[in-house]
C-alpha cells in the first residue's frame, strides 16, 4: 500500500513516517514543512510555500498524491488540520484522529473530553488519519528519501499571510522531556510559578500547565496546556501541581510513567490517579522537594 | 400542579450558574471574607447580566418579572456561589426607592445602580432599643422653623451603611415616644454632617459588612422624604413579606449547598471499613436534610406564588421564614455534623455556611416574631 | 453583513455517564451548545454589533435537536435568527457529512458573507467540519482565530498556531473557526432570554440522505491505568523525602 506523510516539524515527520509502515505501507511518501527529514520516507516531496500564502493551502498542490494513496497521515497541528480537512473533502471522506494510538484496526482518539476512546476508520477509499506527535514509533521510518519538486498549486481565493511571529519558545518542550511539572489552578499567583520552574529546572524537565492558566489569566503561554484539546505528554515523571485532576487536564498526561501529585485538597480527584500524593500547599511542598532532590 | 419550570426559567438559572461559576472561585469567596466585601467586577456583572435589574419597573430599565422566578434566581444565586454574598440583598433597598421614593430618588438610584452595579442606599431600620419591636424605635425628624427637619437618633445592623452614599432610615414623625405610630421613610446622603458610622464586627457573613449608624441632628429637607408622611412603617411592612420569602430563598439555596457537600463527603469518608453513607445514623440525618430542604423550598414557591396571584401572604410569610430559616440551618448544623472534625476547621465551607445561616434565623425578623405573627392569624383564621 | 454562527448540539458532559461494559451512557445528558462553539456565537454578535449585520445560528442534528430550550439558549446569546435541520437521518454525523448538511442549511439562511466556527466540539474536537464546509462552500478558511476583526469585505485575523502568531487578511465570503480566547460568552440575562422566544427560527428535515465516511470500531470509556495511590501528608516526617527518593527511582 502507498502512505503520504503531511507534517510541519520534522521529529514528528519521522514519527509519522514509522507509523506508515506500522499500517503496511511499503511506499512511503512524505512532505515536512519544517526541516529536513532523511532517511525516513521513499520519497520526499519538496513543496515551496511562496511569500504571503498559508501553509495551509499546501493541500491544493498535494491532492494528486493523496488520491494516490490508500492512506494520508497528517500531523495534528492547527494547519495539518486543514490541509487534512481539505484532502479528506476532496476525496469525499473524513479524517479519523489519532490522538491516542493508530494501527491497522484505525485511529484511536479520546472521546468527550476523555470520557472515552473511540476507533474510527474509514469506510471506503484512502483513509485520512491525524496523528498527533507522540502516537506512532520513529524507529520504524526507513526510506532513501528521494527528493520531488512539487509545484505550488494557489487556491482560487486564497487567505493571505501578512505578518507571522515566530512565538519564543521560553520554556522545554513538554512533549520531549523526561520529567513534567505542570502548574494548575492551585498556584495562587503568577510568581509562584517559578517554585515549578525551579523544580523542573531541577530535574531537567520542563514546565506545563493546565486550562485555567492559558486561558485567562495568561500566565502561561497555550502551547504548555496539557490536556484534551492541548498537549498529549509521556514523560517519566509527571509532577501535577495545583491541579485537581479534571479528566480533561488528566487526559493528556495518564500516559506518564509515574504521575505524583501535590494538592493542599486531600480529596482532589488527582490522588485517585496519581502514584505518589502529597498533600499540602505547592508554595511549601515545591521548595521543600526542590531542595531535598 | 405543574412544577415544572419553563425554558426561560431554565435559562436564567444555567445564566445565574455561569454567573456563580465565573465569578465566585474558591479564591474570590475567601477573600471576600477576609476582607469583608465584595470586587466590583462582580456587582458590575450582576448588573450586566440583568439580575439586579429583575422586579424593577420596566419605565427605569427594569425588567419585570413574577416572584417565583425572582425567588428561583436567588436560590440558585446561593446554592452555586456557596456563600452569603451581598447581591441579592442590594435589591431590597432598591425595591424600596422604586416603590416609594420621588421620581428624582428614583432616577438617582436608577443612574447610580447602572453606573456602579451598587445600589444607591442602605436600610437604617432596627436600633440598639428597638428590632423587632419597631414601635419601640427613637430616631426621630422633627420639622424647624425654616421648613427643614432635623434627624437624630442611632440605627444599627445597617448592612452596608459605610460602604453606600445613602442610606434609607426610618424615623418617627416629631414624637419619639413609643405611642405614636407615625414614621416616615428618608433617603439620607452618608456625608450629611452629623451621620457617622461605626463598624460592628460579625461571627458570620463577614463579606457583607454591617455597622451602627449614628444621626446627631442631622438636617433634611422635604424632598429626601421617601412616600407619605406618616406612613413609613406601613410602607416598610408592605415589603417585609416579600423579603422573609427571599431571605429564605437565600437559606434554602445555601442550605441545598451544605446538603450536598454532606452528601458528597459521607459517601467519601471511610469509617469502620465502609463509607460512613452506609451507617444508618448518617442516612437519618441525609434524610431529614432533603426533607427539611424540600419542604422549605415547596413552602417558599407556594408563597411567592400566593403573592404573584396577589393573595394575602401575611400568615405564609411568617410561617415561611420561621420554619424555613430554622430548618435550613438545622441542615447546615447536621452537614457539621457529618463532617465532624474536617467541618469545625476553615478547610472547608460547611462551617463557613453553617455561621452564616444561623444569621438569617434573626435577620429580616427573628424567629420568635415569626410565631407571634404566624401564630395570631392562626388564631383568627380558625376563630368562630 | 450576514454572519452565521454554526454550533452543535451535544449531550451535557456533565451527565455522560459510564456504564458497567465501559460504554457510554447518554439517557441523562440534555441536550446543550458546545462549549467552544459559545465563543463563536459571541464573536458572531460582536462582529455583527460592530459592522451592522444580522446573524444567524444554523445547526443540523437529530430531531432531539428540536429542543425549545436549546433554541432559546442559542438565541438569548446575540443571535437573530436560527436556521436548524433536525432529522434522525442527521444524528452522528461525521466532518463530511455534517459539513454538507450544514452547507444545506446555509442555502435556506440567504446569502451568508462569513461564517463563524467554534475551536471543536465537546464530543469529537476533530477541528474538521469548519474545514470540511469550506470546501463545500468553495470558501477560503482560516482556523485558530484568536481576533477576528471584519472590515468590509476584508476580514482581518490574528491566528493563534503552536509557534507562531500569524496575521491573515482574508476576502469574504469565507470560513473562520474562532479559539476560546477570541470572545467570552455573554452570560444571558433575563432580558435576552424573553426575547429569544420571540425570534424567527426555521427549523426543517434533512433534504436527503447522507453517507457517513467513517465507521466507528469501538467506542468504550479507557481503562484506568493502575496507579499506586500512596499519599501522604506534607507535614508528616520526612514526607518530602520519601517524595524525592520516588521521583528519582522512576527516572
Known sequence: MKALVIAEHADVARELAGGARGLGADEVSLVCFGGVVDNAADTVLNVAVPEGALVDDAYLALVPFAEQSDAVLVEATRRGKVIAGRLAAKMGTAAATATVALTQDGARGTYFGGVAERVQKPAAGTAVYLVAAGVCDAAQASGAGEAVDVAWVAPERAAKATAVEPRERTAADPTKSDVVVAAGRGFAEEADLDLARALAEKLGGAIACSRPLTEGVNWLPTELYVGVSGLTVTPKVYVAAGISGQMQHMVGANRSGCVVAVNKDKNAPVFKQCDFGIVGDVKEVLPALTAAL | MDFALTDEQELLLESVREFCDRYFTEDIVKQMYETHSMPDEIAEAYRDAGFGLMGIPEEYGGIPADRVTIGLMIEELYRRAGCMHILYQNSLSMFDIMEFGTEAQKQEAMEHYMETGWPIASLSISEPGAGSDNRSMTTVAKKQADGTYKLSGQKTWVTMGAVLPYTIVIAKDEDPSHDNGSMSLWLVKMDTPGVSTAPLHKIGQQCIPFCEVYLDDVVLTE???????????????????????????????????????????????????KPIARLEMIQELLADMEIKVQNTRNMLYKTLWMMDEGQSVQLESAMLKRYGCSSCFEVADSALQIYAGLGYTTEVRVGRLWADMRGNMFGGGTHEIMAYIAGRQVAKKYAE | MRIAVAFKAVPDSQDVQVASDRTLDFSKAKLTISEYDKNAIEAGARAAAASGGETVAVTVGGSDIDN?????????????????????ALAGLDAAATASALAGA????????????????ADDYAQQVDVQLAEKLGWPVVTAAAQVEVNG?????????????????????????VTPDAAEPRIPGMKDILAAGKKPMEVSAADGPCERALETVECLAPEQAARKQEIVDAANDGAIEKLAAAIKAAL
Open chain 2, 223 to 273: 424632598d429626601q422624604r421617601m412616600g407619605k408622611p406618616g406612613e413609613g412603617f406601613m410602607m416598610l411592612m408592605k415589603n417585609f413579606e416579600v423579603e422573609r420569602a427571599y431571605i429564605v430563598a437565600e437559606q434554602v439555596g445555601l442550605a441545598q449547598a451544605a446538603l450536598e457537600d454532606a452528601a458528597k463527603y459521607a459517601n467519601q469518608r471511610i469509617a469502620f471499613g
Open chain 3, 68 to 88: 425549545s430550550k436549546l433554541k432559546k439558549d442559542v438565541l438569548a446569546r446575540g443571535m437573530d435568527r436560527l436556521v436548524m435541520l433536525a432529522d434522525d
Open chain 3, 106 to 121: 446555509l442555502s435556506k439562511a440567504g446569502d451568508v458573507d462569513l461564517v463563524l466556527c467554534g475551536d471543536g466540539s
Open chain 3, 153 to 177: 469585505a476584508t476580514t482581518v485575523i490574528v491566528r493563534a498556531l503552536e509557534d507562531c502568531t500569524e496575521t491573515v487578511e482574508v476576502e469574504l465570503p469565507a470560513v473562520v473557526s
